[in-house]
């Protein structure tokens, strides 16, 4: 493994759990050959622009398949 990526493990290793989700999204988006904003992508930024303002029992997860529903079922 490269010194780079060694270091990008050791900082990973210190990212709390609930901001994983985010680091990861954000890894499968650059990592992406495309390099094109994907609905999820952006759907998740939108949440993301709330945190620390959310009560601490918000479903992220729940309220981004509420919205992704409302947008593809517009669509029908």
């Known amino acids: 493994m490269s010194a780079l990526k060694q270091e990008a493990v050791k900082i990973i290793e210190t990212i709390?759990?609930?901001?994983?989700?985010?680091?990861?999204?954000?890894?499968?988006h650059i990592s992406s050959e495309t390099q094109q904003p994907s609905v999820p992508l952006h759907g998740f930024s939108v949440l993301q622009s709330f945190a620390g303002k959310l009560p601490e029992?918000?479903?992220?997860?729940?309220?981004?398949?509420?919205?992704?529903?409302?947008?593809?079922?517009?669509?029908?």
């Not at 709390?16 to 890894?27: D, F, G, K, S």
Request: proline content about 0%; cysteine-free; aromatic content about 16%.
């Open 57 to 76: 029992d918000f479903d992220y997860e729940k309220e981004l398949a509420e919205a992704r529903d409302e947008k593809y079922n517009h669509f029908s």
């Open 16 to 28: 709390r759990e609930n901001a994983m989700v985010q680091v990861i999204a954000y890894l499968q």
